[in-house]
Structure formats: C-alpha cells, structure tokens
DNA sequence: GTCGCTATTATTCAAGTGTATAATAATTCT
DNA sequence: AGAATTATTATACACTTGAATAATAGCGAC
C-alpha cells in the first residue's frame, strides 16, 4: 500500500485552510458543487479530514459564512481618521477589491439564499447585517455632528438604511457586471449620491 | 400493479407547473434541494416526467430562472401614466408585495450564486439587468424632461445607476429582514432618497 | 532512537442523484 | 366502440453524496 505522505498542521491552520477551500469552491462551482471531496482537493487533503476538524459538513459551511461576512465587513467598519475621512473611506472601501469582487458576490448570494433553508445561517446574516448598519448609523451620526447638522438617532438610522441600501445595491451591480462602468465610475456615483441623499459635501 | 391514476395536461400547462414547482423547491430547500423527485412530487408528477418536457433538469432550471427574472422585472417596467406617477410607481411596486417578498430574494440570490458557475445563467442575468436598468433610464429621463430639467443620456445612466442601485439595495433589505422595518417604511425612505438624488420633488 | 499520541489517509456504506428505458393508461381520432 | 397516440408512471442503473470506521504515518516527549 503506498499511502501518501502528509505533514501534520496545526489545528487553526487546517481548519483555516478547510475553510478557505470551502469558499474556493462554492464561488467557483456553487453550493451544490462545493462537495467534501471537492473541498479536500482544494485544501490539498482527503476528505475524510473534514469530520476531523468538524462535527458535519454544514456546521463547517456555517464557518465558512461566519468567515465570508467577517471580510466583508471587517474593513468597512474599522475605519479611522475624522468623521469625513470614514465615511468617504466607507464608501470607497465597499465598492473597490478586494471586498466588491465577483467571488464575494457569489458567495454572498449562495449564502442569502440558503437563509430560509437554514435557521443557523439566517442568524448569521441578521447579526452580521445588524453590525454592519449600525456602525453606518454611528459614522453617520458622527459625521452630521462634524458638519454641525446633528441629527437624533431615528434620522440617521433612515440615513442609514437608505445608504446602507445605495452601497449594497451598488456593490451587487459592480460585481455583477463591473465591465458595465469605467474604472471608479461606482465610488464615483455613490459619492456623489451620498452627498445628494444627505445634503452635505463630502469632499473637503 | 396499482399505478396512480393521472391526467394528461395540455403541454403549456404542465410545463409551467414543472417550473413553478422548480421555483418552490429552490426557495424551501435551495438549489441544493430542489431534487428531480422533490419538484416532482411538488407539482403533483413523478419524476420521469421532468424529462419527458425538458432536456435536462439543468435546462429546467435555466427556464425557470427567466420566469423570475420575468416576475421581478415585468410589472416594474409595464407603469403607465405621466412621468412622476410612473416614477412613483415603479419605487412603490418593487418594495412592496409580491415583488419583494423573502421568497423572491431567495431565488434572485440562489441564480446569482450561480451566475459564475453557468454561463448560461450569467447570459440571462445580462440580459435581464441590462433590460432592466435601461427601462429605468428612460423613465427618469422623461421625469427630468417633465419636470423641466431635461438631461442628457450620460446624465441620465448616472442617476439610473444610483436609483437601480438603491432600489436594490432596499429591495435586498426589506425581503430579508421585513421586520426590522415598519409597514411602507421602505417605500417612504426610498421615495425621499430618489427626491433627494435628483433634487426633485416626486409627489404633485 | 523508539514510543505513544493522534492527525491523516484509505476504504466502505447506505442514501440520494439525474437519467434511460419499458410498461401503461388517459385521451383523441375514426 | 375500438384503435392509435403519447403523456405519464414505474423501474432500473451508474454515479455521487456525506458519513463512519479502521489502518497508518508524522511528530513530539522521553
């Protein structure tokens, strides 16, 4: 029996790597085809390592969503600098790679469209959405103060739904179909939409 | 042999059962789900038969694919009126019932997610966004002329990217999280939004 | 070094997949 | 009413799926 050599990695990174070949393979060949065979060769294992490291395929496909909106959002909401400064970095970090790219798209979307199917992943989403539209609400109050037009936390959170709608809808017809605008045409069009919806320049 | 008794629907008929069943299945149980027997036994058939009326279960689904885009875009671009109406119209109709609805999400998201995989499903997509957007841009750019303020086609892309995006964008929202929302609260701030985009007032 | 632990591989299994084929019964035509 | 047509059912097949189990080899402790 020739079995094939391996090296024995340490718990995090395997289970790092399981992860990021369980997103490999749902962007590239969808849910359906994000097997736990497929998945192995992707991370360069067999699949029988994947009930090693998880209780079940699913629980490991939760992971990897919890994984997904953490890239999507980890950059968005730790933006630094004065108030103008992130929401201007807000804005153009949501609609530039790596996080408006056509893998992220996908894999979002095969991960909203399981949220009926499965009550774990719809958690997921309504704890990673709730985040991520409160720290917009929170930027948003901050930079409508910074402006000296403060404004109480029911007008920032209509602000913030509106501009939390404009740059997701955005960033889903950039990834879509980014051959449609020229390069920066997106940041560009939400920017001044931004400053449009709020009735304040943005730009110093 | 006890067979099941059955009636022969005309091929119309049948064939539209078979794709709304598909359509059901995907939004219960995801693509992943929506097994050959499952629709099947959804539209009251059994399983031969999905293959008597389609190629494949692939080419099923692609058709049921453009029955959803079909349903989402359909009454959006048949508004009759005078601009503004039209305008109001169209807002009003994608962000209520029975255009957003959790179940139109789900199967909006689970063809997106393919949309990288199949290049057949990409292709409708285009074409459906494409169709989509530019009946948009029409429209605003007979609003803008009605409200005297007549603008060019560049002019008129611009906004009708930002609108579509926002839209959305809103769209996405309502249809996962309905009920962070109140009743016509998503209408009402997508109204002010659009007013605010175009520094246009849109009801008379 | 070699021993012991366990991460990893290899193999097996039952259930489910899309599809092909043959049997049959609902409907139409004469 | 009876024959012809074909939509529909029933069954079988080859393959894939996630998971369970047993064998093995990498690697740290001593």
Not at 14 to 30: N, P
Not at 32 to 55: E, N, P
Not at 186 to 193: G, N, P, Q, R, T
């Amino acid at each position: 029996m020739n079995r094939r050599s391996f090296h024995r990695a340490p718990e995090g990174e395997r289970r790092q790597e399981l992860i990021e070949a369980t997103l490999d393979c749902i962007s590239e060949f969808g849910l359906k085809g994000a097997t736990v065979r497929q998945i192995a060769v992707r991370a360069g294992v067999t699949a029988g390592l994947v009930r090693h490291y998880f209780d079940s395929k699913d629980q490991m496909v939760a992971e990897a969503y919890r994984a997904v909106i953490a890239s999507l959002t980890e950059k968005a909401k730790n933006v630094e600098g004065d108030p103008t400064t992130r929401l201007k970095d807000f804005i153009a970090i949501n609609l530039t790679e790596p996080v408006a790219d056509s893998r992220s798209v996908s894999l979002w979307a095969a991960f909203i469209s399981q949220v009926r199917v499965d009550p774990v992943l719809a958690e997921i989403h309504r704890e990673g959405y709730l985040a991520f539209r409160n720290a917009l609400q929170d930027l948003l109050s901050d930079f409508l103060a910074a402006k000296g037009r403060p404004a109480g936390p029911e007008e920032c959170r209509r602000y913030a739904i509106a501009i939390n709608g404009l740059v997701d809808g955005l960033w889903v017809e950039g990834c879509l179909a980014g051959d449609l605008f020229r390069d920066g045409e997106l940041v560009s069009i939400a920017m001044a939409s931004v400053e449009a919806l709020l009735g304040l320049p943005i730009e110093q």
